[in-house]
């Protein structure tokens, strides 16, 4: 069986005839008349000549009809003819094969026919002397159009045939080989046919102008045409219906005029036909139409200067070569297959259309309009390497290819186009190649199929001085791509390697890559310089899912080229990159040797209708690498939902000259970035240029287990900033190393800002925001709007000055609440100058010479609890910044380690701090402080609460600006409506080795409870004043202490109450004291103004009861002065009866004995909480009388008691009342004449009712 999976009947034919030559006897061999016509064939002999004359002529016809024709080896067959002959018609009509091993000769022009229906055989050392056309045929008989047929089989007596034959009848159920060894030819511009059953040239050689070899299986009849005006051009038309026999041209043909079969125009009609054993065979056009199949095997070839058309149910070209010079056409119905190194070829620009449905190449194999050497083409001034098209149900490449190449100057490749109703399919080193060595346009490659699948396999379209070819995959379901590459670069390979690359695109159902890469790139020179131009585009059109596995897409300029890398455009249903995939557009960086990439970045951009999901290491990078100059290329996302993992990272960047690329990302739902993914836009030390922008917009954004968003700058450029949109979503930001960052490293770049706009914003365990300044420029600033905010576990916002650079401020909107809780103790980050590791909170600071940020806090309730701190801080030269809190319903700080503070451990000065809120409650050791730790002031503390309350609760907890080193504190100011100090808390300001800042309260009232203190220290000069203003009621309780301390030589700080209208009170027994002492300076002085002293006593020194005392040790005391309501001595005494009160205190009807009436006096002991109470309830102080004596100590200053007095004003009841002119009621003190009275009835009681 042959590779076409039929009976090879070409070398059965062969070994048969080879027996019959083995068993003839040349002697024998003759050419006998049958006498069968009407004017009879005569042969003579002549040594081995047989001179055939006679015959019967119509018209230009000349028939013989021969008993037996054949000629033995060195024999002549000559017909002697007149030479107005155009046809000699010879037929055998006995039962013997003709073996023709001589040479058969022919007068004139005339044409010649051979008919055998037995069979004919040429052996190899047959040929032709004819001068017209030659036909040998195993026909039963010729036609003659109308008039008739001359017939071998039945022998007749052929009417008047003067018309040329016009076909060839085959009656026979099996029709007889024709077989041929030898070398036949005719003169130019005549046909050479053979038609039979299974037509066989073995070692045999055909040339003439015209070949035609034709096999007939049965009975059926062959047109013959005469395509030249004199008849001489002959033709064969093979209908339709009839059944065909097999061609084989075979054996090792090796010819001796170049070919095996070579003629102008070449047809070959069959069942089948087998080319094989190095034959050859070449024409101008050459057309193969078998019912059946063609084969190309073993060395064999068909080749033609210029058409091959080629008609079959299969074709198979094993170790062969079937070609033509300009176009190649092949129809085969069922497949194509092509093994072994065999190929499907034109060589000098000629395009090759294949249409089947199965096309299959292995082992090497290829189709290819390769053009190689100066070839030169006069129409279009260089050569073009032929089209390749090819129409099929399937495509199949197993480590074969299809090419269009062009390798020489001034050469085109050709296009390629691959259309496959069902599956194209690349694997195990296949190519499809359209390319250009050096100078040329590569030529396009398009390939559409249902299903496309390349595994380890190529697609290229690469130049050098030229424009790449564009590349175009369709698959209507799925696209498979693995281990492979699709190429479309300008390759620096010339002195002037120039052009545009090529666009790659694929357009797919779904596409999954594993391995592979998409290149359109401007490449490096090595020794030539590098290429110009502009990368191409990849597109990428997933109607479906789209996975990315281990893959790269890339549009680069690389070192030493110039120009534009191309745009990314991915638009698919959803889209997966992981396993270090990469989608990368470059401006390649130098190498030591090559300098950088010239020119501009593409962009990249992504449409998925549903998630994009990156993992694995895999990233989407726009960069400018070190030593390249241009802008570096954008990313944009556009997705349902977007997902950042296991290390995978969005990356814009340049290290050259040239800004790096914008990062935008529009997502529906959610983004989520964690494990390590990274988005980052930065500006590298080496860098000139500007960071961009990395803009979120989405329902929600969550980073977690490591994740971070960074825009830094080490370079001459500022760094982008990061902008968060997630106004009706939540923004997450969790774990160790989480962050949003932004950095400037640089003298000359200023770090980017941090934006959030969202409705719950959550930042937790030990995560932060970030904008860090190391240098001279300034650092970013922090912004959060939400609705909620959550700092919790460590979360954190930080801005820091390393440098001389100013810190970016801090600014938080919450419109309902922020909540800052708890801590991480295994966070490193020594987050503040004096906080905690690992506290959640806000950190606005300085470790240089740079300013502090400010921080600003603006929400309905602020809750920092657990260890929580919000601080704006300086540890450096630079001053501390700002904090400031607005807060209107309340600001609550509960636990140990809980502070909101301004501070400062160095030279620079503190901030403020500022709170403004409803009420304000600092508990179970929380602090809210301005303070100083070093040689800096210390910032002032404002808290702001005018109708809520302020409570400091439980001891350790504070309200304090204070100086625990050499730096001077800063004053404190309280407004509120109740100020609360509880259980041992602390409102100070402290500066026990410096000048401490002034202590102000305004408020309605102050409760001193268990404890709880209003200090001031100072150890200089003459600070550490207490001011308390405006109060209806101070009230000390349980040892509670208003305290103006001076250490060393500083005098001690006065205290000032003001209570003018209202009252100051303690309980004796209590030991609750108002004090100014100092020790070596002098004593503060006291001032109270109020309306009453209760339970309070001046003392020259403390003691266990309630004392107000104002001494130094070793200084001069200060004073004390008392300002309360006096009694004018001008207005009288008022006389108070001595009896008791009656119980009737009014003249009304008497009370029903559930109801009687009463007045009681109390004494000193004051009033019930309300008309509902008992009088003196058992918890009840009885508070003494204030004795107001002046002290007999001489060491003392005498107490200053200052009487309030006032001319009373008189009270005149109001006897009658009368209506305006406006029609209002004014009361009068005299009833005016028309006017009323009291409208007051008289009290009329009923007996019955006053006494129920």
Not at 892 to 917: D, H, P, V, W, Y
């Amino acid at each position: 069986m042959s590779g076409l999976g039929f009976t090879h009947w070409g070398t059965s034919v062969a070994i048969a005839v080879g027996v019959s030559l083995c068993t003839i006897d040349y002697a024998n061999a003759q050419i006998t008349p049958d006498g069968t016509l009407p004017n009879n064939t005569s042969v003579t002999r002549e040594g081995n000549t047989f001179n055939i004359t006679g015959g019967t002529q119509a018209g230009g016809n000349l028939f013989h009809s021969f008993g037996e024709f054949s000629v033995n080896t060195g024999g002549t067959a000559s017909f002697n003819n007149a030479l107005d002959i155009q046809n000699i018609i010879s037929r055998v009509t006995g039962g013997s094969v003709s073996n023709i091993d001589g040479l058969i000769r022919a007068s004139g022009t005339a044409n010649l026919f051979l008919i055998n229906p037995n069979g004919i055989i040429f052996g190899k050392n047959a040929s032709l002397k004819v001068g017209g056309s030659f036909v040998a045929t195993t026909a039963n008989a010729l036609q003659f159009g109308n008039q008739g047929f001359f017939s071998a089989s039945t022998p007749n007596t052929p009417a008047l045939l003067t018309v040329n034959p016009n076909a060839f009848l085959f009656n026979q159920i099996a029709s007889q080989p024709i077989t041929s060894q030898a070398r036949l030819r005719v003169p130019s511009g005549k046909s050479l046919l053979l038609v039979g059953g299974n037509v066989s040239l073995n070692n045999s050689g055909l040339n003439a102008e015209k070949i035609e070899l034709g096999g007939v299986a049965g009975s059926g009849t062959i047109g013959l045409n005469y395509d030249s005006p004199d008849g001489s051009n002959l033709s064969l038309n093979f209908p339709n219906g009839v059944e065909r026999a097999d061609v084989s041209i075979a054996a090792g043909c090796i010819p001796d005029f170049g070919s095996c079969v070579a003629g102008s125009n070449i047809a070959i009609n069959a069942r089948n036909i087998d080319f094989s054993g190095e034959s050859t065979e070449i024409g101008e056009n050459v057309t193969l139409n078998a019912t059946n199949a063609i084969g190309v095997s073993n060395f064999g070839s068909i080749r033609t200067t210029n058409n091959l058309n080629i008609l079959t149910r299969t074709l198979s070209v094993s170790n062969g070569v079937l070609g033509g010079a300009n176009n190649t056409k092949i129809q085969a119905n069922e497949s194509v297959f092509i093994t072994n190194g065999g190929s499907i070829q034109n060589s000098t620009g000629g395009d090759i259309n294949i249409e089947t449905k199965s096309l299959t190449l292995t082992n090497e194999a290829s189709v290819n309009t390769d053009v190689f050497g100066d070839i030169f083409d006069s129409t279009t001034g260089f050569t073009t390497a032929g089209d390749i098209t090819v129409k099929a149900n399937s495509i199949f490449l197993d480590n074969s290819s299809i090419t269009a190449l062009a390798d020489s100057d001034a050469n085109r490749a050709g296009n390629i186009q691959l259309n496959a109703a069902d599956s194209i399919n690349l694997v195990n080193q296949s190519s499809i190649l359209s390319t250009v060595k050096y100078s040329g346009n590569a030529g396009n490659i398009n390939l559409a199929a249902r299903t496309i699948a390349l595994d380890n396999s190529r697609l290229s379209t690469e130049t050098a001085i030229g424009n790449s070819g564009n590349i175009f995959v369709q698959g209507q379901d799925a696209i498979s791509l693995f281990n492979s590459g699709i190429y479309a670069d300008v390759q620096g390979v010339a002195t002037e390697a120039e052009g545009d690359g090529g666009n790659i695109t694929i357009d797919a159902g779904s596409l999954v890559t594993e391995g592979t890469k998409l290149s359109t790139s401007l490449t490096e020179g090595g020794f030539f310089p590098g290429a110009r131009g502009k990368a191409g585009n990849v597109s990428l059109d997933i109607r479906g899912n789209t996975s990315l596995s281990n893959s790269r897409i890339l549009s680069t300029v690389e070192r030493d080229a110039q120009g534009e890398s191309g745009k990314i455009t991915i638009q698919a249903g959803s889209l997966s990159l992981i396993n270090n995939t990469e989608l990368q557009t470059l401006l390649r960086e130098t190498d030591g040797e090559l300098p950088g990439g010239v020119g501009k970045g593409g962009d990249i951009d992504i449409n998925v209708r549903d998630g994009v999901t990156l993992a694995g290491g895999s990233g989407i990078l726009g960069s400018v690498g070190t030593g390249a100059q241009g802008q570096g290329g954008g990313i944009k996302i556009r997705a349902g939902s977007l997902s950042l993992t296991e290390g995978a990272r969005l990356d814009t960047s340049t290290a050259g000259q040239g800004d790096a690329g914008q990062i935008s990302l529009q997502v529906a739902d959610s983004v989520s970035l964690s494990n390590n993914a990274k988005i980052r836009s930065t500006v590298e030390a080496e860098a000139i240029g500007q960071g961009n922008d990395i803009e979120i917009v989405a329902r929600s954004l969550s980073v977690t287990n490591g994740a971070q968003l960074s825009a830094s700058t080490s370079g001459q450029g500022n760094a982008g900033n990061i902008q968060i949109n997630a106004a009706n979503g939540s923004v997450r930001v969790s774990d160790p190393l989480s962050r949003l960052l932004t950095q400037t490293n640089s003298n000359n770049g200023q770090g980017g800002a941090i934006s959030v706009n969202t409705s719950t914003f959550q930042i937790a365990n030990n995560a932060d925001l970030n904008a860090t300044t190391t240098a001279g420029s300034p650092g970013g600033k922090i912004t959060v709007n939400a609705n909620t905010f959550d700092a919790v576990s460590g979360g954190q916002l930080v801005t820091t000055a390393f440098g001389s650079g100013r810190a970016g401020d801090i600014v938080v909107n919450a419109t309902d609440s922020v909540n800052i809780s708890g801590s991480n103790p295994y966070f490193n980050n020594q987050v503040s100058v004096n906080s905690d590791a690992g506290a959640s909170g806000f950190f606005a600071r300085t470790t240089g010479a740079g300013t502090a940020g400010d921080l600003t806090i603006t929400t309905e309730q602020l809750l920092m609890q657990d260890g929580a701190q919000v601080s704006a801080s300086t540890s450096g030269q630079g001053a501390g910044g700002t904090l400031t809190v607005n807060a209107p319903q309340s600001v609550k700080l509960i636990g140990t380690g809980s502070r909101l503070t301004t501070e400062t451990t160095n030279a620079g000065s503190g901030g403020k701090l500022q709170i403004t809120t409803g009420q304000l409650l600092v508990q179970d050791g929380a602090e809210v402080s301005a303070s100083t730790a070093g040689a800096g002031f210390g910032g002032t503390l404002t808290v702001n609460a005018p109708t809520g309350f302020v409570k400091v609760i439980d001891a350790g907890s504070s309200l304090s600006a204070r100086s625990t080193d050499v730096g001077s504190a800063g004053n404190l100011t309280i407004t509120t409506g109740q100020l609360q100090v509880l259980d041992g808390a602390e409102v100070t300001v402290s500066a026990p080795n410096r000048l401490a800042g002034n202590l102000t309260v305004r408020a309605d009232s102050i409760r001193l409870d268990n404890q709880g203190k209003l200090t001031a220290v100072t150890g200089a000069g003459n600070g550490g004043n207490i001011n308390l203003l405006d109060l209806d009621l101070l009230l000390m309780r349980r040892n509670s202490l208003i305290s103006a301390e001076a250490l060393g030589t500083a005098n001690g700080g006065n205290i000032t109450i003001n209570a003018k209208d209202g009252f100051v009170v303690a309980v004796p027994e209590e030991n609750s004291d108002i004090v100014a002492n100092a020790s070596f300076g002098n004593g503060g002085n006291i001032n109270i103004t109020t309306q009453g002293i209760y339970g309070l006593e001046y003392r020259p020194k403390l003691t266990e009861l309630s004392d107000i005392t104002a001494s130094s040790q070793f200084g001069v005391n200060g004073t004390v002065e008392l300002n309360t309501p006096g009694i004018d001595p001008t207005s009288g005494l008022v006389e108070l009866p001595t009896i008791a009160v009656a119980t009737e205190v009014a003249q009304v009807c008497d009370s029903p004995d559930y109801a009687q009436s009463s007045f009681t006096i109390t004494g000193r002991g004051g009033l019930p909480p309300n008309p509902t109470k008992d009088v003196l309830p058992n918890d009840t102080v009885e508070v003494g009388w204030v004795a107001l004596k002046p002290s007999s100590d001489s060491s003392n200053p005498p107490v200053t008691t200052n009487p309030v007095t006032s001319t009373p004003e008189r009270i005149v009841e109001a006897n009658g009342w009368v209506v305006n002119e406006k029609g209002e009621v004014v009361l009068t003190a005299n009833v005016p004449a028309g006017g009323h009275g009291s409208w007051q009835k008289d009290v009329s009681c009923s007996a019955t009712h006053a006494h129920q």
